[in-house]
């Protein structure tokens, strides 16, 4: 596999598609995005990293939605 966006949405679309894998995105959803970003007495770094966790989790779901999608 090259550095290929089309080729890496393919891939994360295919995981993502099965049965099992639909069940993770959800389980990922619910556990990261879902959840607040920062409570009170956090500190900036905690919600920065937080932040980080939730994006990794909403490329999953762009690369899905751009497959679907033909968006390219």
């Known amino acids: 596999m090259n550095n290929n966006g ?4 393919a ?3 295919e995981v993502f598609k099965t049965d099992s894998g639909k069940v ?3 389980q ?3 556990r990261f995005i879902r959840q ?3 409570n009170p007495g956090q500190t900036e770094g ?8 939730n994006s990794v989790i909403r490329f ?3 690369c ?6 033909g968006d390219y």
């Open 6 to 9: 089309k080729e890496l949405d």
């Open 11 to 13: 891939l994360i679309a």
């Open 24 to 26: 993770l995105l959800e």
């Open 28 to 30: 990922l959803d619910e």
């Open 36 to 38: 607040p970003v920062c």
């Open 46 to 53: 905690q919600g920065y990293f937080r932040e980080g966790q």
């Open 60 to 62: 999953f779901q762009s």
């Open 64 to 69: 899905i939605k751009r497959r679907e999608k």
